[in-house]
């Protein structure tokens, strides 16, 4: 969900490891679209490590609450989002959200009152 007030952008996201004894850590980001299906916002991916499959009270499946803040003035404009939840981690997740990010500040640089600024910040 979209708070356009607070530009607080939330999703569950479902953590499932059906591998017996071994546990993974993963990556979450969302990706924010406008109504023209433009990309113009990605949040910094968070890490989440899921444990084995060893007993039926291991923390092998659940879900969690990921949320980031985006600029207000994005958050009106999304019309969309798409939550990439993968066990990519470290720089290949880092990479990845600066390809978004590069495709997303083509779009918003456009917007007139930026100046030629991306908004979003830089992943280091």
Same mark, same amino acid.
């Given at each position: @969900? #979209?708070?356009?007030n607070?530009?607080? #952008? ?7 490891? @059906?591998?017996? !004894?071994?546990?993974?850590? *993963?990556?979450?980001? &969302? ?5 023209? *299906?433009?990309?113009? !916002? %990605? ?5 989440? *490590? ?8 291991? &923390? ?6 990921? @949320?980031?803040?985006?600029? %207000? ?6 019309? @969309? ?11 290949? &997740?880092?990479? /990845?959200?600066?390809e978004?990010? *590069? ?5 918003? #640089?456009? #917007?007139?009152? &930026?100046?030629?600024?991306?908004? /979003?910040?830089?992943?280091?």
């Amino acid at each position: @969900s #979209v708070n356009r007030n607070t530009g607080l #952008v939330t999703a569950q996201v479902h953590l499932y490891n @059906s591998y017996w !004894g071994m546990g993974y850590t *993963g990556g979450t980001l &969302m990706v924010l679209y406008d109504k023209c *299906g433009g990309t113009i !916002g %990605v949040t910094k991916p968070a890490q989440w *490590g899921v444990d084995a499959k060893l007993w039926a009270w291991s &923390m092998n499946e659940r879900k969690a609450l990921y @949320s980031a803040d985006v600029p %207000v003035w994005i958050a009106n404009r999304v019309a @969309s989002v798409r939550v990439i939840n993968t066990r990519v981690t470290g720089d290949a &997740m880092i990479n /990845l959200y600066r390809e978004i990010r *590069g495709i997303a500040c083509g779009v918003l #640089v456009k #917007v007139p009152f &930026m100046g030629g600024h991306c908004p /979003l910040p830089e992943f280091r």
